[in-house]
């Protein structure tokens, strides 16, 4: 489903890359846990797979299409819902406030309605009237719970969350993790979530690590999806 | 239309930030609002004064071509010793007719001057007019100056406010043909004379018979026209206004039907030029026109002043605000990098992301074109009233100088435009200064148009100062912007 072929990213110099020649698959309906030392290189992977950067050299493809040219804009618009450390979300708005927005801009099936968007944080455990204050007066929890129901009510089959229970306490951590499964095994979505936490990972159906300037399947969640070459 | 609803969540969540930047925007529509409407003020001020100021041409006999006649018919004579004698030919009414029919002529008034010596009273005499001197149209001297006018509100002494009716009435053209005449207060109250009384005087030309004359009204000149009396001039208080009819009389048959200045007035002062260049086809080189658009010149250079002033108020405040506001809008969004950042995150359009600041930014404008429209014929209208006040100064004194350079004119001739005789030329200068403040007083009035200019120009300064703080950051990939 979501593939990258011969994917190279440096920064500035060619011979100091992050990686090169990376051939990775990722399939729908699991989870997938990208770990790695800091600095090493994997949010800079989520990044590209999110469309929001571009490689240096190499093509990504969803669903065969090459994202280049499908347009960066309308792929992360339709294909990829991106949940941050920080949240991301609106600070001047609600929790309903956020979802409505996240689903009239990626023009989801169920955009501007509220029932919905309300029903899906009510399932994420929050109150009528958390989901009607500013996010900035939730939790550090509940506000990325907000974040993850955005990506629910969003049609995009990709999911990809960078450090996403960074914030998060233990609790609270093995809570995101379980709705980031639930994702992945009743929606049916890709989800890769890049951690540093040997617990997140281990919750997930494939594990990738980035090592020496390369990629390893840790644990694939089926043979097919074992690195490439 | 999302991005309209992104816009009204985060003014509304924002109130304190919202509130400064209406506050800021509001200000500096303010002040461009005032100048707009100073510089609107201005311009309809100088229209107005087009059509209201006036300009007049005043027809009289050609002293130069006199004097050159007088100069060859004194040298064809062979008598080189004998004294000239300079012949002024008087303007014929019917000439006057024919003029007063041409397009843009609103009116005329006749100024017929004469002497007389009192006979049933006592002319006011001063230790510098115990003779009269000649006036213009060749009258002899006497004690007493007659005024012959169509009627003394179209006087220059009454329409400039140098003289006024305290008792009785003033002249009219029903006047004419009529003995009426109107007498200074002090010559009544020296001699005990009050309206309905009767006067005699003798004429010092022509048949030099005695005339009775009715007094129907009694003026006060204004006590600077004594003080401006040229030397050998009768006393102001001596000047009789009479019908220009009854001065012809008192000079004598030859100028009956003629005067010796007709001043016309003209409709439009643009026009002017146009009337005189007509009007000369209508007369012989023996008349003279000369043009008199004073006031209208000199409400025109006054509110010129404030036109500028105003035009560098706007100027400088749009340039300003411009830079003001632009500093404050690329800050804000600046500071709003990490929202962009999500929303490019979402897919969402780089002119949606422009078009909320743009959404937020405008209703900010409505607000604040609404505080300049509420508050600009306030602002303006103080504003104007202090140019305006320094623009009538320097005008002053622009006539101050004028009057200054017009008193070496010999003595009892009457300056271009009329006036009893005796009054010094300039005096019409000073009152016309007056009246030209009077006209510059401006009428600072919202317009429909000066709201549509000034929300333009807040569209404009807005837009540049989006572009300009957006275009950096959109430009940018998403990821940098939310890593930075």
């Not at chain 1, 299409?65 to 920080?86: E, N, T």
């Amino acid at each position: 489903m979501l593939e990258t072929e011969n994917l190279t990213y440096w920064y500035t110099n060619q011979a100091d890359y992050l990686f090169q020649g990376e051939h990775l698959q990722f399939e729908p309906g699991h989870s997938y846990a990208i770990v790695g030392q800091s600095g090493s290189g994997k949010t800079t992977m989520v990044s590209l797979l999110a469309g929001l950067d571009t490689p240096k050299a190499g093509t990504i493809r969803i669903d065969g299409q090459d994202i280049a040219q499908i347009g960066l804009a309308h792929y992360r618009r339709r294909k990829v819902s991106v949940v941050f450390q920080a949240f991301n979300l609106f600070t001047y708005m609600s929790a309903l406030e956020n979802l409505m927005t996240a689903m009239a801009i990626t023009k989801a099936a169920h955009a501007g309605d509220q029932a919905f968007a309300q029903a899906m944080l009510q399932r994420l455990g929050l109150t009528d009237e958390q989901m009607r204050q500013n996010v900035q007066r939730l939790s550090g929890g509940q506000q990325q719970r907000v974040a993850i129901a955005r990506t629910m009510v969003c049609d995009a089959p990709l999911v990809v969350a960078d450090e996403p229970t960074g914030n998060l306490d233990e609790a609270n951590t093995d809570e995101v993790i379980a709705l980031f499964n639930q994702i992945a095994h009743e929606q049916g979505k890709c989800v890769i979530i890049v951690t540093h936490e040997p617990s997140v990972a281990a919750q997930c159906d494939g594990v990738l690590r980035l090592a020496h300037r390369t990629f390893t399947w840790e644990k694939t969640p089926a043979p097919q999806l074992a690195k490439k070459g | 239309m999302n991005f309209m609803k992104r816009a009204w969540l985060n003014l509304i969540a924002k109130k304190g930030r919202s509130l400064l930047l209406i506050l800021v925007t509001g200000a500096i529509m303010l002040f461009v609002m005032a100048g707009l409407l100073i510089k609107s003020a201005a311009s309809q001020a100088v229209a107005s004064a087009k059509n209201s100021v006036g300009a007049t041409i005043t027809l009289t006999a050609n002293r130069q071509a006199a004097f050159k006649k007088m100069r060859s018919s004194n040298a064809s004579s062979g008598q080189p010793g004998k004294r000239p004698s300079l012949s002024l030919d008087p303007v014929k009414l019917s000439t006057v007719k024919q003029i007063a029919r041409l397009k843009n002529v609103a009116g005329y008034t006749t100024t017929v001057s004469a002497a007389a010596n009192a006979k049933s009273f006592e002319a006011i005499s001063t230790s510098s007019s115990a003779q009269g001197p000649a006036g213009p149209g060749g009258a002899s001297s006497g004690d007493i100056t007659i005024s012959g006018v169509s009627s003394t509100s179209g006087s220059t002494s009454f329409a400039a406010g140098k003289a006024k009716i305290t008792k009785g009435r003033g002249l009219k053209t029903s006047d004419r043909g009529t003995n009426n005449v109107v007498i200074e207060s002090e010559l009544a109250t020296q001699n005990s004379l009050k309206v309905g009384d009767t006067i005699t005087v003798k004429a010092t030309s022509g048949t030099k018979k005695t005339h009775s004359l009715k007094i129907v009204g009694i003026y006060q000149a204004a006590s600077t026209a004594a003080a401006s009396m040229g030397p050998g001039a009768s006393d102001p208080a001596n000047t009789i206004f009479t019908s220009d009819t009854l001065a012809n009389t008192l000079k004598g048959s030859k100028y009956k039907d003629t005067a010796d200045s007709v001043v016309f007035t003209v409709s439009a002062p643009s026009k002017v030029a146009a009337v005189k260049k007509q009007a000369a086809k209508l007369i012989s080189s023996k008349y003279s026109l000369s043009l008199d658009d004073q006031n209208y010149q000199m409400v025109k250079s006054s509110m010129g002043s404030v036109t500028s002033f105003a035009d560098k108020v706007v100027w400088l405040v749009a340039i300003a605000g411009t830079i003001i506001l632009a500093l404050i809008v690329i800050l804000m969004i600046r500071e709003r990098r990490y929202e962009i950042g999500i929303l490019m995150a979402m897919g969402e359009s780089r002119f949606k992301i422009i078009a909320q600041f743009f959404v937020e930014l405008f209703a900010v404008l409505l607000v604040g074109v609404g505080i300049a429209t509420a508050g600009g014929s306030y602002v303006g209208g103080k504003l104007a009233d202090q140019v305006v006040a320094s623009a009538a100064t320097n005008t002053s004194q622009t006539a101050g100088q004028v009057l200054g350079s017009k008193t070496g004119g010999p003595a009892g001739q009457a300056p271009s435009g009329g006036g009893p005789s005796g009054q010094m030329p300039g005096a019409a200068d000073a009152a016309r200064a007056t009246q030209a403040k009077q006209q510059a007083k401006l009428t600072v009035k919202v317009t429909a148009k000066a709201v549509a200019i000034l929300f333009g120009l807040g569209l404009a300064i807005i837009l540049l100062a989006i572009l300009a703080a957006a275009a950096g950051i959109l430009r940018l990939q998403p990821k940098l912007i939310l890593i930075q």
